[in-house]
């Protein structure tokens, strides 16, 4: 299927290079998070909350910028404000917008137990489905990114869906239209490597930002939300972004040896058994009377 | 803003100071970043505190709050010393080759010529250029020679007779109106000379520029450092990336310098502004694409504000109040009508000479058929100010209880300060109180504020009308942004329950008003109804007048049928005008503000259009919107040409001489006078009697000197290095009543306070949203992390913050991104506030009922009514303070 | 099948019964059977897509997520019942070790050269601390992850191993049961009447537990 006229062709209000542009959103989408551009405006984090419908949440004042401290069940995209000293004394003032990483491997897919509460699209947007889903957390155990987050009053697990909803319609995800920056960027997973990589060989030549890099972990299988990072050396200094996330090597045994030996063990088990029957016969009890002499 | 929004993206740097746009101005920020990723443009952040714009800058250097003149200085004296300097520029379209009069004397005691201390007022009549012709030496440099080959035969002698004039503003749009001459006695009023004395060599030693780069001399690295605490390298580590544009003589390139009230909010506030105006136009990027001296406005419509007459010395389109030594419209308009004062070899627009013309259709669309010749234009009814009127003055009078009744309309007086306790004070004295806002705010609950008992809310008197207005959504009409585009919007949806649209509210008031005078006119004791009585108010509904009526009314029409002998060109009698090039002064049109005029013409609103083709691919767009002047993106824009007309960067041509079809051509419209061959040597700062870009500013244009001189904020943790004698800006006004008290380091104030706004807030209103505060919940302090050590401050600790003023109570913030300065050899500690909470909206309502007032201070308790001589800004940037747990 | 023990057809003599087991003991051992019988099911839904079908035959998922956990209480309470009633049953005697090195025998049914075994032998005791043992590390790791919102996002690298080790353990847990009922019911006829009727013959007894019935019924041969 063709989106083809809702395709971005022209911004209005923007000249030069149109980011997104004739970019097909059929397959493949990907976020593109530039975070040397990022002013921590949290447009995007308004965006979120509008267009999914969810009301204010009491906050309190945690000696920070940051609108709280982690994203919450209700509240998907959190801009992390991070301040690093660097070794030549200058600041940083570090600004990640944190959200889902639509992992090509997904963890949380990979440790749900529920059939259909976690589903991956073809366009690479894991979105979960809160009908289906049970409450059990294996995903929280399974996400190296630690996203999902539980309801405990539904006892539903909730996340970014990347806007699946709007990006089903041909429309942008909400928190990349709101974006007054452009520092969010939209498109196929092709372009938006390729956008990446240009600005990071931009900033390395052009800028004092030698250790830029594009933040596209391959331990997941790569992310549909990737980041241009100042430092790619050190991802964490961005509020955690881990160096080299995996689906937790536990998980992997769980659901892939464990699971199966555990299923073969159980078969064979019982086959065994039934064999022993079989060959053996139940015990006998001897009588009181034959042992007498 | 000379340029706009869009033409950040054309720059290859950017100071940007006084102002955090990325964090109060992210949406326009995105040309900044445009610029940064598509032309690998640099951006300097320079501030006290490293900030949003800062966490994206290329280089930032932390200063004191206050000591942004020393930095700048510093700067020019960079530039002057390292020939950073557009020489072509310099010597042709600025006043640097003017020769200033004998007598006039530089600040070096802090001090210029003329100054009286016990009125604390300059007599500015040594602040002049001298009289004469080309004194430039026969055996200049070469450059100089180049410089003459084009310039034209002698002219004729000017007219003789030059008017009294009040230097009007040379940028209207951003530079604050100068004070006018006003009810001083206007005995001996000097004027400029119609032929001043000039030597292009820039070697006279009383030309501009010796005497520039005499005063600056003093700014040196060193001084600049002791006094704004930079780290000296970083100093010049931004001086040198900003000016490096003009290394080795290139003019090909372009910086833009962006401010907004980091800069306004001091006791010398303009004269800041004038010293970036400085550098913009000693390396000559003002009138270029991407370059200029950029505001940016803080509210969405603060533009159109100051536009239509938002101080109380101006009447739309900045033409000055009357005061009472105004005798007639005649010497009224010949007062505020400058006339050229030039070099005599050289051309000059003066476009304010047209200043009649605007005045007359100004009065013509206030008072229609009743401004006639015959009454003088019906100049009697136009108030005429006999003191100044500015904001501050209101609340002191009130204060003073000379002021008996105030009406607050869209603005938060209590908040907004400075000094809130006065002003709160103010309004228990007061009679009545009428405020027309879409909140219950802090101003008409100002017998709410934190500290009053039930008992004392008992004795106050004031009688409060609180009228529910409408939002920005409720409403049609035009926003005019800080680029100048007038903007027509629809409105979003209705006021909700009984809030009307603030002008329905305004038209039934003055409808009743005049409904009054009609009863009474003819009874004894009712003093001038005809101002009332004779007052236009033609619009289909008397009651709700549409936006659209008067919109048409501020572009202005014909009153008679016109003919252009020029063009052949003919307007009807009743329809629009196509621009102010046809207002006249002959009663035949009439004109709300001259500015406007062109954006509602027969052909409809120009507001309206969103034509979003850009040839140029510069961002000018000039089917989109609107841009006052005359749909001009960039002003002066004549100045983006070498004196030849060729544009110093072809690539970012705004305009340029066509010799063929003899005129200026170009992708923007000309802000010059079209059909002026370059050999005229036309100078390109039209709204300047000179046609220059003045580095001194002769006359009474700035109240506080003709170059702008490093002084203290009126509270400071020291001494003025360069005159400690003369520590504060020699005219700035303070106050005398008991509230207005101000706090020295002896007295245990001695931390450097700022104040400003964040992205999630806007304002004192949007504590009444609940998402704006779920994004930052209440009030915080930044303090660097060496003062949150000392005291033991840990973060998120209650913190009392006290002025010699009043106190406020917030959370602390310790952050790395404020350090202790060394000023003067001594530890200095800044803190920053944010502005946006007191004592209404959702927490703040529901703390006040559970009777937990003390964290519900308004900011500007701490805040000094301390105000720039210029501007009547008050100084909310770098006073004192105190910090202690609370 | 019956739960009478199975004797030669052609005596007819009226059987000896002895008490195997009291009824509070009984009754601590079914409920633990069935919440464990429960907890299997449901932990195999849980566990592998194959058996999520039996979410839906227990009432669907979050049905079994929300009853899962309180099954695993009851169980654990039933659990530190029969230990406070077994611990001194389950104590590891010089018997057991030579009954190890009989499993072979034991195994294949030739239980005459079996040592004779106190009230219960070296498998059942094995069986037992097993399950004892392993319903600990279940209990532990399954408080957190039946609350694993409560574990502070820092420390959310334990959640993985925790769940590891919860299916894990189960599964040894499996095996022991498998091996438990098969034993009980198809094995070593009459002891699922020991079970349910609390009685056992006393040629049951001696033949599968002769020094406890020894010493419960002070004969010696």
Same mark, same amino acid.
């Given at each position: 299927m063709s989106n083809g006229p809702l395709e971005i062709k022209a911004i209005s209000g923007h000249s030069g290079p149109v980011p997104g542009q004739g970019v097909s959103r059929d397959y493949d989408v990907c976020k593109l998070v530039d975070t040397t551009t990022c002013i921590g405006c949290k447009a995007c984090e308004v965006a979120c909350l509008e267009w999914n419908g969810y009301e204010f949440r009491e906050t309190t004042f945690d000696n920070t910028y940051q609108t709280m401290p982690d994203t919450a069940w209700n509240f998907w995209n959190l801009i992390r404000f991070n301040e690093h000293e660097n070794s030549d004394g200058t600041i940083s003032w570090l600004m990640r917008k944190d959200q889902c990483m639509h992992c090509e491997d997904p963890g949380c897919l990979a440790a749900c137990p529920a059939e259909g509460a976690i589903v991956q699209y073809q366009n690479g947007i894991v979105d979960f489905n809160q009908a289906n889903c049970i409450g059990c957390q294996y995903c929280v155990t399974g996400c190296p990114f630690d996203i999902p987050k539980f309801n405990s009053v539904t006892k539903k697990v909730y996340k970014c869906t990347l806007c699946s909803d709007r990006v089903g319609a041909g429309l942008e995800p909400a928190c990349i239209k709101a974006c007054p920056t452009g520092c969010l960027h939209f498109g196929s997973k092709d372009d938006m490597k390729a956008l990446a990589n240009k600005r990071v060989d931009q900033l390395k030549a052009n800028t004092s930002y030698k250790d830029a890099g594009v933040y596209d972990p391959d331990g997941v299988g790569g992310t549909h939300v990737i980041y241009v990072l100042h430092d790619a050396k050190n991802p964490e200094k961005y509020g955690g972004l881990p160096a080299d996330p995996r689906v937790p090597l536990m998980v992997r045994l769980w659901k892939g040896p464990l699971k199966w030996l555990g299923g073969m063990g159980m078969i064979f088990g019982v086959l065994g058994v039934f064999m022993h029957r079989v060959k053996y016969g139940p015990k006998h009890v001897d009588r009181v009377e034959e042992k007498r002499p | 803003m000379t340029n706009g929004w869009i033409d950040i993206k054309n720059t290859d740097v950017m100071l940007i100071m006084g102002g955090n746009p990325a964090e109060n101005h992210p949406c326009g920020f995105k040309w900044a970043i445009e610029a940064k990723k598509n032309r690998n443009a640099k951006i300097i952040s320079v501030d006290p505190r490293f900030t949003r714009t800062s966490s994206v800058a290329d280089h930032y250097v932390q200063i004191r709050a206050g000591s942004d003149i020393a930095f700048l200085g510093g700067i020019i004296n960079y530039i002057v010393n390292n020939g950073r300097i557009n020489k072509e520029y310099v010597v042709n379209y600025t006043n640097a080759a003017l020769i200033i009069k004998e007598g006039f004397k530089l600040p070096d005691d802090g001090i210029f010529s003329g100054y009286d201390p016990q009125g604390m007022k300059y007599d500015v009549s040594s602040w002049n250029y001298e009289e004469g012709g080309d004194l430039t030496p026969k055996d200049a440099t070469a450059f100089a020679a180049t410089a003459s080959v084009l310039v034209k035969p002698p002219a004729p002698p000017a007219a003789k007779g030059a008017a009294v004039h009040a230097a009007p503003a040379a940028k209207p749009p951003k530079v604050a109106p100068k004070p006018a001459a006003g009810a001083a006695p206007p005995a001996i009023v000097a004027t400029l000379p119609p032929n001043v004395a000039y030597d292009r060599s820039l070697q006279h030693e009383r030309c501009v520029y010796q005497l520039l780069k005499k005063q600056y001399s003093k700014y040196t690295p060193e001084m600049v450092s002791k006094i704004t605490g930079a780290d000296p390298e970083k100093f010049l580590k931004a001086a040198e990336i900003f000016t490096s544009i003009r290394d080795k003589g290139d003019t090909k390139k372009v910086g833009t310098i962006i401010y907004s009230v980091g800069w306004t909010q001091h006791t010398y506030g303009a004269q800041i502004i004038r010293t970036a105006a400085m550098i913009q136009l000693l390396m000559g990027n003002v009138g270029r694409t991407g370059g200029g001296v950029n505001a940016l406005r803080g509210h969405s419509n603060i533009q159109g504000a100051t536009d239509m007459a938002g101080i109380f010395d101006n009447l739309p389109g900045y033409l000055?109040? /009357?005061?009472?030594?105004?005798?007639?419209?005649?010497?009224?308009?010949?007062?505020?009508? /400058?006339?050229?004062?030039?070099?005599? !070899?050289?051309?000059?627009?003066?476009?304010?000479?047209?200043?009649?013309?605007?005045?007359?259709? $100004?009065?013509?669309?206030?008072?229609?058929?009743?401004?006639?010749?015959?009454?003088?234009?019906?100049?009697?009814?136009?108030?005429?100010?006999?003191?100044?009127?500015?904001?501050?003055?209101?609340?002191?009078?009130?204060?003073?209880?000379?002021?008996?009744?105030?009406?607050?309309?869209?603005?938060?007086?209590?908040?907004?300060?400075?000094?809130? *306790?006065?002003?709160?004070?103010?309004?228990?004295?007061?009679?009545?109180?009428?405020?027309?806002?879409?909140? /219950?705010?802090?101003?008409?609950?100002?017998? *709410?504020?934190?500290?009053?008992?039930?008992?004392? *809310?008992?004795?106050?008197?004031?009688? %409060?009308?609180?009228?529910?207005?409408?939002?920005? @959504?409720?409403?049609?009409?035009?926003?005019?942004?800080?680029?100048?585009?007038?903007?027509?919007?629809?409105?979003?949806?209705?006021?909700?329950?009984?809030?009307?649209?603030?002008? !329905?509210?305004? @038209?039934?008031?003055?409808?009743? %008003?005049?409904? $009054?005078? *009609?009863?009474?006119?003819?009874?004894?004791?009712?003093?001038?109804?005809?101002?009332?009585?004779?007052l236009t108010w033609q619009y289909v509904n008397p009651k709700v007048p549409t936006f659209t009526e008067m919109a048409k009314e501020l572009n202005g029409k014909a009153l008679a049928d016109l003919k252009d002998d020029k063009t052949g060109q003919e307007i009807k009698a009743g329809q629009q005008l196509p621009g102010f090039a046809w207002l006249k002064d002959d009663g035949t049109t009439m004109c709300g503000n001259w500015l406007y005029s062109g954006s509602w013409t027969e052909a409809g609103a120009q507001t309206q259009r969103r034509g979003q083709e850009d040839p140029s691919g510069l961002g000018i767009y000039p089917n989109y919107a609107w841009s006052w002047p005359a749909n001009r993106r960039v002003l002066y824009n004549r100045a983006s040409c070498d004196i030849n007309g060729k544009p110093w960067d072809a690539d970012r041509m705004q305009v340029r001489w066509n010799d063929g079809q003899q005129k200026w051509v170009?992708?923007?419209?000309?802000?010059?006078?079209?059909?002026?061959?370059?050999?005229?040597?036309?100078?390109?700062?039209?709204?300047? &009697? !000179?046609?220059?870009?003045?580095?001194? %500013?002769?006359?009474?244009?700035?109240?506080?000197?003709?170059? &702008?001189?490093?002084?203290?904020?009126? !509270?400071?943790?020291?001494?003025?290095?360069?005159? &400690?004698?003369?520590?504060?800006? /020699?005219? %700035?006004?303070k106050y005398t009543t008991d509230r207005d008290k101000y706090g020295t380091p002896k007295d245990g104030f001695d931390v450097v306070c700022t104040t400003y706004r964040l992205t999630e807030h806007y304002h004192y209103w949007t504590k009444n949203n609940p998402v704006n505060s779920q994004l930052v919940p209440e009030p915080f302090i930044e303090i660097s992390e060496d003062m949150a050590k000392e005291k033991g401050i840990n973060g998120g600790d209650k913190l009392k913050v006290t002025s010699a003023r009043g106190e406020y109570y917030g959370k602390a913030m310790v952050t790395k991104r404020i350090k202790a300065l060394t000023i003067a050899d001594k530890k200095i500690y800044p803190i920053g506030i944010p502005i946006h909470w007191a004592y209404r909206g959702i927490r703040e309502d529901r703390e006040r009922k559970a009777g937990n007032t003390t964290y519900l201070n308004p900011i500007n308790m701490l805040s000094p009514t301390a105000i720039d001589p210029n501007a009547y800004t008050p100084e909310f940037k770098g006073f004192l303070v105190k910090v202690e747990k609370a | 099948m019956s739960g009478g023990a199975v004797v030669r057809p052609s005596v007819a003599v009226p059987e000896e019964q002895v008490i195997r087991y009291t009824f509070p003991e009984r009754v601590g051992h079914w409920i633990n059977g069935i919440a464990y019988t429960y907890l299997l099911a449901t932990g195999l839904a849980l566990f592998t897509p194959h058996m999520y079908w039996l979410a839906a035959v227990l009432g669907g998922g979050p049905t079994i997520r929300f009853w899962h956990p309180w099954m695993g209480v009851l169980y654990m309470i039933t659990i530190f019942w029969m230990h406070s009633t077994w611990k001194k049953d389950m104590v590891t005697t010089a018997e057991d070790r030579e009954w190890q090195k009989h499993m072979k025998d034991y195994v294949e049914n030739r239980d005459d050269k079996m040592p004779p075994q106190h009230r219960f032998n070296a498998g059942q005791k094995q069986f037992w601390w097993v399950m004892f043992y392993a319903s600990l590390i279940l209990l532990l790791t399954g408080i957190v992850m039946w609350f694993p919102e409560e574990v502070p996002p820092g420390v959310h690298w334990v959640l993985p191993i925790v769940v590891f080790i919860h299916s894990a353990t189960a599964l040894i847990t499996i095996a022991g049961f498998l091996i438990h009922v098969y034993m009980s019911v198809f094995v070593t006829p009459g002891s699922m009447k020991g079970m349910l009727d609390g009685q056992v013959s006393a040629d049951w007894a001696r033949t599968h537990h002769r020094l406890w019935y020894e010493k419960i019924t002070g004969r010696r041969k």
């Open positions: - | 000055k109040v /009357p005061t009472p030594a105004d005798k007639d419209f005649g010497s009224y308009t010949k007062r505020i009508t /400058p006339t050229s004062a030039k070099p005599k !070899e050289w051309d000059s627009f003066n476009y304010w000479s047209n200043t009649p013309k605007f005045a007359v259709s $100004l009065m013509k669309a206030l008072y229609g058929d009743a401004a006639k010749k015959e009454n003088d234009w019906a100049f009697d009814y136009l108030p005429k100010i006999d003191r100044k009127y500015s904001w501050v003055e209101i609340w002191d009078g009130m204060y003073r209880g000379k002021v008996k009744g105030l009406m607050a309309w869209g603005m938060n007086g209590v908040a907004i300060g400075p000094n809130s *306790q006065k002003n709160i004070d103010a309004l228990k004295k007061a009679d009545w109180l009428v405020v027309c806002d879409i909140y /219950p705010e802090e101003t008409s609950s100002f017998w *709410q504020s934190p500290g009053i008992t039930e008992d004392e *809310q008992k004795k106050i008197n004031t009688t %409060v009308y609180r009228l529910p207005g409408a939002g920005f @959504a409720e409403k049609d009409g035009t926003f005019v942004n800080s680029a100048r585009w007038l903007k027509w919007k629809d409105k979003a949806l209705d006021p909700p329950g009984d809030a009307k649209l603030d002008h !329905e509210i305004l @038209a039934s008031i003055f409808l009743k %008003v005049k409904q $009054l005078y *009609q009863q009474e006119k003819d009874k004894p004791g009712t003093k001038f109804p005809d101002a009332i009585l004779n170009g992708n923007d419209v000309p802000d010059f006078k079209v059909d002026s061959h370059p050999k005229d040597h036309m100078g390109p700062f039209i709204m300047t &009697p !000179e046609g220059t870009g003045r580095l001194f %500013v002769p006359l009474a244009g700035m109240a506080d000197g003709p170059f &702008p001189e490093h002084y203290e904020p009126m !509270e400071s943790p020291v001494d003025n290095l360069f005159h &400690p004698k003369q520590n504060n800006n /020699p005219v %700035v006004k | -």
